[in-house]
Each structure stands twice: as C-alpha cells, then as structure tokens.
C-alpha cells in the first residue's frame, strides 16, 4: 500500500512541476514576444510605456525618449545606477502584483531570461 501511495504521489508531484515549467516557459515567451512586437517597454525596468508618451522619459534637452521610461531615465541620465540583477529585484514584485497567476519566483525567472535583451542591459 504504502508503495502505491509513494508512487501516486511522485506522479502527482511530477505533474504539478511539469505544469508550473510549462506556465514559465509560456510567460518567458510570451514576454519575449512583446519585446519584439511594436509595443513599446522601458529598455531598463521593462515597464510597458502604452500608446502615448505620456511614460516617456526625458533627454537633456526635454525631449521625450522613446526607449526609456521616466521612471528610469530623466533629463538625459539614468535615475536607477544599480546593476541588471537589482532592478530585476525591484521590479519582481510589481511584476507578481500586475499578474497574479505568476509568482514571485516565475516574475524573477522571466525577467532574468528578457532583461539581457533589453538596450540598457546587453553586453
């Protein structure tokens, strides 16, 4: 009995992991996807900046910039001088808080995979 019980649970246990990596690996995809799309994101905190510039962060000259949101980025400098992995840790928990089926852990993995390809992280 005790073996049925063992191995029921390994199935189950085994299945549950299963679909939470499959849930993440959609996620990361799907966050990968709209980098690539026209939607613009901050290219710092990965923040969607919507349809308007009404996000936008600024230049030194006043101007909007498109790639960055004023979050991050204003009058021409950088308000964030932490590295790529602290930001991601800023961002994890609005991340979480904006999807509610993805936890902190999963927000933390996704970002981990699409933060290096935005423009103020790649190498």
């Keep these: 009995m005790r073996d049925i019980l063992n191995t ?7 299945r549950s992991i299963k679909h939470i990596r499959k849930k993440e690996v959609t996620k990361m995809k799907e966050m990968k996807e709209m980098n ?9 905190c990965g923040m969607p900046m919507g349809d308007t510039d009404e996000l936008y962060g600024t230049n030194a ?3 909007k910039n498109e790639d960055y949101c004023s979050y991050c980025f204003e009058n021409g400098a950088f308000t964030f001088h932490g590295t ?3 930001m991601i840790e800023v961002c994890v928990p609005h991340m979480a808080a904006a999807n509610p089926d993805l ?4 927000a933390r993995r996704a970002m981990q995979e699409w933060f290096p390809t935005l423009k103020r992280w790649k190498n």
């Design 8 to 14: 029921i649970t390994a199935m189950l246990l085994y």
């Design 84 to 86: 790529m992995e602290e």
């Design 103 to 106: 936890s902190e852990e999963d």
């Design 36 to 44: 690539e799309m026209n939607q613009r994101f901050c290219q710092c």
């Design 61 to 63: 000259d006043g101007s």
